[in-house]
């Protein structure tokens, strides 16, 4: 049997709370083929980690992983081995998956580290690492060491699997689908293989595909006898969908599924939430924003909260909120790696500190091309009063037909600062067609703007 350490495939974007969740890889194991080893999935929720709740990778309980990581750090510290320190790095991702605590994955970097000090060419820890590496947004380092794997063997489809997933978020598309297709051809029916063509058919604007895709997932995950968190993370990937594509109704009903299947997973009480205050039940998606950020407390689910309560008219409630995501997105280095691009979206959509949120999708843009890097920044270049430049980033990321309001409604605004009255009407028609209720206050905005064009 090849080695038992799978590569943890996190796929995980800090974007805009709207967008965010679409680009999380799963969290469910797949079945473990003697001939070809496995390909795994974790999961880090809206960029952060973790799945709040449940069991661990192999149903190792919550208490039970705190246990063992005591018992492998004193270990590790009386008599250093690779085996122990890969073992403990493979403990704190398993803590990190279950509390979000993304400062866990740090760790679990270091003890990785400390075990190839040892033993460098030792294929565990590396596999181990690269998916660490993408956990913490580190795709380049991540591509690398996956590429380095496959060159020694060909047939390591953990490390395809986060080849391909680095090569996504780096906006690879070609070398993303390469991957995905050699997956699913070497694993048909995989779960994890068919969420990852299922995102990838959603951002090259096949938004039926990836239904079906995400659909074939979830049954293939419930077959493969996953529960807990890790099923729900299917069912929400699908709910993630139908919310993208304006089926409110839809979304709520396969969300609340998933929360009733794992009450205290994040990811699904954060996405309800969302789908509740689309419809305009703004009281019960509070509840469900306050019960997701008691479990973690992502800056997605912490900035959407304090926009409902600025809808509501609660502005104390909502500075609070607001404060809080700035202090989460900075607390430390993981932190400012993992969030930048979702600050930066923050700030533009809130229009603060427009050229501080410039700097960051600048910065962010320098190592990750894919279309959501430039919409943040055709977003941040438009609060700054570039529109000429906004209007070339925007175009970056509406190349692939990505069928998502809120990329849409951006290149309207833009079209409006360009004087494209004609263009905008389009754009923001689309986005408003696609979802009409994409974000509590951004579409409003998009409401506004659109009626006053078209009234003229």
């Known amino acids: 049997m090849r080695r038992a350490t799978a590569l943890i495939g996190i796929a995980a974007v800090t974007v805009a709370a709207t967008y965010a969740f679409r680009a999380v890889a799963p969290s469910g194991r797949e079945p473990r083929p003697e001939a070809t080893g496995a390909l795994e999935a974790g999961e880090v929720a809206s960029g952060a980690g973790g799945t709040g709740a449940g069991a661990a990778p192999g149903g190792t309980a919550r208490g039970e992983v705190d246990r063992l990581i005591d018992v492998y750090e004193a270990q590790a510290r009386r008599q250093p081995s690779t085996l122990d320190y890969t073992f403990l790095g493979q403990l704190y991702?398993?803590?990190?998956?279950?509390?979000?605590?993304?400062?866990?994955?740090?760790?679990?970097?270091?003890?990785?580290?400390?075990?190839?000090?040892?033993?460098?060419?030792?294929?565990?820890?590396?596999?181990?690492?690269?998916?660490?590496?993408?956990?913490?947004?580190?795709?380049?380092?991540?591509?690398?060491?996956?590429?380095?794997?496959?060159?020694?063997?060909?047939?390591?489809?953990?490390?395809?699997?986060?080849?391909?997933?680095?090569?996504?978020?780096?906006?690879?598309?070609?070398?993303?689908?390469?991957?995905?297709?050699?997956?699913?051809?070497?694993?048909?029916?995989?779960?994890?293989?068919?969420?990852?063509r299922a995102r990838l058919a959603f951002l090259l604007g096949d938004l039926e595909r990836a239904r079906r895709l995400a659909e074939s997932a979830e049954v293939a995950a419930d077959a493969a006898g996953l529960v807990g968190s890790d099923l729900?993370?299917?069912?929400?990937?699908?709910?993630?969908?139908?919310?993208?594509?304006?089926r409110y109704g839809a979304a709520a009903d396969l969300y609340r599924s998933a929360v009733g299947g794992a009450p205290r997973y994040h990811l699904p009480r954060a996405g309800l939430a969302r789908a509740l205050a689309a419809t305009g039940r703004l009281d019960e998606a509070v509840r469900q924003y306050r019960r997701a950020v008691q479990l973690l407390p992502d800056?997605?689910?912490?900035?959407?909260?304090?926009?409902?309560?600025?809808?509501?008219?609660?502005?104390?409630?909502?500075?609070?909120?607001?404060?809080?995501?700035?202090?989460?997105?900075?607390?430390?280095?993981?932190?400012?790696?993992?969030?930048?691009?979702?600050?930066?979206?923050?700030?533009?959509?809130?229009?603060?500190?427009?050229?501080?949120?410039?700097?960051l999708t600048e910065r962010e843009l320098r190592l990750r091309r894919d279309v959501y890097g430039w919409d943040a920044s055709a977003w941040a270049l438009y609060r700054v009063g570039r529109y000429t430049a906004a209007r070339e980033a925007s175009d970056e990321a509406l190349r692939l037909s990505t069928p998502d309001a809120r990329l849409l409604y951006h290149a309207g605004m833009i079209s409006v600062a360009l004087g494209e009255e004609d263009r905008a009407v389009g754009e923001l028609g689309q986005a408003l067609e696609i979802s009409p209720a994409f974000d509590p206050l951004q579409a409003r905005v998009a409401r506004i703007v659109l009626d006053r064009l078209e009234a003229r």
């Open 93 to 196: 991702v398993q803590r990190g998956r279950l509390t979000g605590d993304v400062g866990t994955y740090v760790r679990a970097e270091e003890a990785l580290t400390r075990a190839l000090e040892i033993s460098p060419q030792d294929p565990d820890a590396r596999s181990l690492l690269a998916s660490v590496r993408f956990t913490t947004h580190d795709f380049t380092g991540a591509l690398r060491l996956a590429e380095d794997l496959l060159a020694e063997d060909p047939d390591d489809l953990g490390a395809l699997g986060v080849a391909g997933d680095a090569r996504l978020e780096l906006g690879d598309y070609a070398g993303a689908s390469a991957a995905y297709e050699e997956l699913s051809r070497r694993l048909p029916g995989a779960a994890a293989v068919d969420v990852r």
């Open 299 to 359: 800056p997605a689910y912490v900035g959407a909260l304090g926009d409902l309560y600025a809808l509501m008219g609660e502005r104390e409630l909502a500075r609070r909120q607001y404060d809080t995501v700035e202090a989460i997105a900075t607390l430390a280095r993981v932190n400012r790696q993992i969030y930048n691009r979702q600050l930066a979206v923050f700030y533009a959509d809130h229009d603060l500190r427009p050229t501080e949120a410039l700097a």
């Open 232 to 246: 729900a993370w299917y069912r929400s990937f699908r709910a993630q969908l139908e919310l993208d594509a304006g």
